[in-house]
């Protein structure tokens, strides 16, 4: 493992400290490249603007027509929280904006799959939509728009993954990622794209005189779900998805959110007062996860829309038992995957260049956590395959490591044996595909000799980036509250601080969490390292995160290390 430290550049520290910034954070800041005060201003004016996304003001346009035509409208949502969130946004959106004829409907993952397919569009005309807008997904669905076009719908496709080499005849199509599109921010998540375009269905419903500046709808009521959506997707954390996250928790904070994401926080066991994109991420992104891996989204999408309190604290309990069920199904998965990986070990220490992994009893809507679980585990590209519900197919779920981008290392493989990947899709980090069962030792093969061949030691070896040693003073209660109210997360990496401490004494905590009494700086200081038992010596170098513990009511500061390196020479500071 490397630890290293990023490089805050001291003039950009000087002048955001100069600015009224905290000094902590202004290094923090500063090391994750802002340049001054005005980049961390998370007003809505400074948004992008809507008319920069390109489509989205034929998108408004056309849903201007269909609202004023009372033409019946139905999302088409995709399985995950963002497509639920952007789901959820949608129909609470365009309600606001006058449309009364809504509808949605979301693909079951296990016997319908990913996307607008030609049978969901068919699902759609039997509804009696007249307008079909998918949210979080069509931009690779050919097929399916031009079934819906033949049925005589009216397509309007909001999405925010790649586009294939063929875009879909859809009417309107809103993408940042589209070729031709100026929109700065290429990281929008789903949740994000529909909103840009209620933003300009909005003015466009002005420009017609349904409203005015003064009485229109308040479309930032729904910021709370487009920064559940943004966080639980994990996009990159640019200027833009900042604003629109701090937003959200600006609201979540003064509760102004649905009572459903309430409920979610309570089923949770979090406080929407302290929110933080922790909660987002890791609190109620799974729980809305959980109804697409292994029951059915609507019910995440019924707890995002209700308003009636005891609906949402119903849905949101079974919601929580469902992730439950989902976290026992992914241990035993997990625990199985771990073993069919050690076995592929050539020797003792080092796993293969990349990992494939196949169980008859994997539960297909959960591949996808268990592989990023190994990956975290052996810092290698990873897929983990289940049966399909297609006879004689297999569904995999891929997660990379920096520097191997994961959908073109399966265009590849595509290339060089036609034939075994029936359906991919993706991005650089995260991937899906449908193999033949038949196939697998030759995908596995083939991923292995891709990975081998872009990977050298250095990618392969674990990193850990930090933010440097942390002075004594700042080892508060107090500051970690500061810290924790940040909008931190993909691409805005959370403040990690590595530093030589002193091991005064550790212990095994429920047989899986290695408990530590440290010294730093001469003063002693509790850590714990999760998910890991072998012990430390006596000196070493760790990576860790601030953490408040809470016990009796008492609020105890303690260290959530995240990595370790061992300390060839006293007082070494961390390569860079």
Request: proline share 6%; net charge neutral; aromatic share 6%.
């Amino acid at each position: 493992m490397k630890i290293s430290i990023r490089q805050a550049p001291p003039r950009a520290v000087w002048t955001l400290e100069q600015a009224g910034v905290h000094p902590l954070l202004a290094r923090l800041y500063a090391a994750r490249g802002v340049r001054g005060k005005d980049e961390l201003d998370e007003s809505l004016a400074r948004l992008l603007p809507p008319e920069t996304l390109r489509g989205a003001r034929a998108a408004a346009q056309l849903l201007a027509d269909a609202i004023a035509q009372q033409r019946r409208i139905c999302i088409v949502a995709d399985y995950d929280c963002d497509g639920a969130s952007a789901c959820a946004v949608a129909l609470r959106g365009l309600r606001m904006l006058g449309a009364q004829q809504l509808t949605y409907l979301v693909p079951d993952r296990i016997t319908d799959g990913y996307g607008l397919t030609p049978t969901i569009a068919e699902r759609v005309a039997a509804t009696g939509a007249q307008v079909l807008v998918t949210v979080d997904n069509g931009i690779g669905s050919v097929e399916g728009v031009a079934r819906a076009k033949a049925l005589g719908m009216v397509v309007l496709l909001t999405d925010h993954h790649l586009p294939g080499p063929a875009l879909p005849a859809a009417d309107v199509i809103v993408n940042p990622n589209q070729s031709g599109c100026t929109f700065e921010s290429k990281s929008l998540a789903g949740v994000g794209v529909m909103f840009y375009v209620l933003l300009a269905l909005r003015a466009e419903l002005r420009a017609r005189g349904a409203f005015d500046a003064a009485h229109q709808p308040r479309l930032d009521t729904l910021l709370p779900l487009v920064a559940l959506g943004t966080v639980a997707d994990v996009v990159s954390l640019d200027a833009n998805n900042r604003r629109l996250v701090a937003q959200g928790l600006r609201r979540i904070r003064a509760g102004a959110l649905p009572a459903g994401m309430t409920a979610l926080f309570d089923a949770a066991g979090r406080k929407t007062p302290t929110a933080s994109t922790f909660d987002l991420g890791f609190a109620l992104g799974p729980r809305i996860n959980a109804a697409g891996r292994l029951a059915d989204m609507t019910l995440g999408i019924e707890c995002l829309t209700t308003d009636d309190a005891a609906h949402a604290s119903e849905l949101a309990r079974t919601l929580d038992g469902i992730n439950r069920e989902r976290r026992q199904i992914e241990g035993g998965m997990r625990d199985q995957a771990l073993a069919l990986t050690a076995a592929l070990f050539t020797d003792e220490d080092t796993p293969p260049p990349a990992i494939s992994v196949f169980d008859p009893r994997f539960h297909e809507g959960v591949v996808g956590i268990v592989a990023s679980r190994i990956k975290d585990g052996f810092h290698r590209p990873v897929f983990v395959f289940a049966a399909s519900a297609a006879a004689g197919e297999l569904k995999g779920s891929g997660r990379s490591i920096a520097g191997f981008h994961l959908r073109d290392a399966l265009d590849l493989v595509a290339k060089r044996h036609p034939g075994v990947l029936l359906r991919f899709g993706g991005h650089a980090m995260a991937a899906g595909c449908t193999i033949a069962r038949d196939q697998f030792e030759t995908f596995e093969r083939a991923f292995a000799q891709v990975a081998a061949e872009w990977l050298d030691a250095a990618t392969l070896t674990r990193h850990i980036e930090t933010d440097g040693p942390i002075e004594q003073e700042y080892l508060r209660v107090d500051l970690i509250d500061t810290l924790q109210r940040e909008v931190w997360g993909q691409g805005f990496a959370p403040p990690t601080f590595s530093e030589e401490v002193d091991v005064l004494s550790q212990r095994l905590i429920g047989e899986r969490h290695l408990g530590l009494k440290l010294r730093h700086r001469g003063h002693p200081i509790d850590a714990i390292w999760f998910g890991h038992t072998e012990p430390l010596p006596p000196k070493a170098l760790l990576a860790f995160r601030l953490d408040a513990d809470e016990w009796q009511g008492v609020r105890r500061l303690r260290l959530l290390v995240e990595g370790a390196s061992p300390v060839s020479k006293p007082g070494t500071p961390p390569q860079n």
